[in-house]
């Protein structure tokens, strides 16, 4: 009887779950202000159920969305007046083994969600920490598969990029749109691929120089806040190596820039709030097309 096949039937604002028998159908028509409410998901989003996945997958979908007009440009951090004191944490190499998880844990505690770059080969090795990423709320972004520098032709370009897209994608159903190269480099290929597929190249307008053998948690404290601006891009790393210093140096960087005025937001989110901004004054330009930036220069990050 199909009474006895449906076993639930979920319909939040524009997605409609429907588990029938041992499979699932997924109808969705997804639009952003439907998951802004976390009581709408009030179900337990335990591993064992599809329908919890699949919810997962939907927020996924939708967080994930960035304006059109930012497809195929560079992006260094959003215009926005000076007055809007908001910023971006981004965090690259991981999943990292132990530090992501801390960063995670730093970053629940603060009520904060950030954006992740994630290396594929990285995935690959630790999936539950990337899915607890998804599942935190955070926004992933594509960081190649083996975090290469040298010159690639497309065929491998190509292969860095989508090997990282897919694996990403099979993880958690996010199909990402924001793209950063290893490095910042902007001319050995990748870059080139990454913009025919219509990603956003998301740079950096700060850094905390964690990539750095020198310095304690105080240097990454002062080389955050020293160049933090509204609209700001700030560079950490959570993989690639031991990241014990920048989990030292998290807390205080937030407590700090929330004691000058600031709000975090994520990558999408900020060039969400560029789009509704006009006319307005600015500390610096936003966007670069001509893909001159000292960050390309960098061989560390």
Known sequence: ??????????????????????????????????????????????????????QNVALNASKEDIP??????????????????????TFDDGPGPKNTTQVLEILKKNNIKATFFLVGEMVSFHPQIVKQIAADGHVLGNHTWHHWYRRMDVATAASEINRTADIIYKLTGVKTTLFRPPGGFLHNGLVDYAKSQKYAIMMWSDESGDSQRRGQAASLIKNVEKSAKPGGIILMHDG???????????????????????????????LEMQTQTKNVVTAESSITTNDTHPNHQLHNQ
Do not use: C, W
Request: aromatic share 6%; net charge positive.
């Open 1 to 54: 009887m199909l009474s006895h096949k449906i076993i639930q039937f979920l319909t939040v604002g524009s997605i409609t779950l429907i588990a029938t028998g041992g499979s699932l159908s997924l109808t969705r028509l997804l639009h952003k202000d439907s998951f802004n409410n976390p009581s709408l998901f009030a179900q337990s989003a335990d591993k064992k159920s599809p329908a919890a996945n699949l």
């Open 68 to 89: 059109k007009q930012f497809q195929g440009q560079t992006i260094y951090q959003a215009k926005l007046p000076i007055t809007d004191k908001v910023i971006a944490l």
């Open 240 to 270: 690639g190596g031991n990241r014990s210093r920048t989990v030292k140096a998290l807390p205080q960087i937030i407590a700090d820039l929330r004691a000058k005025g600031y709000k975090f937001v994520t990558i999408p989110e900020l």
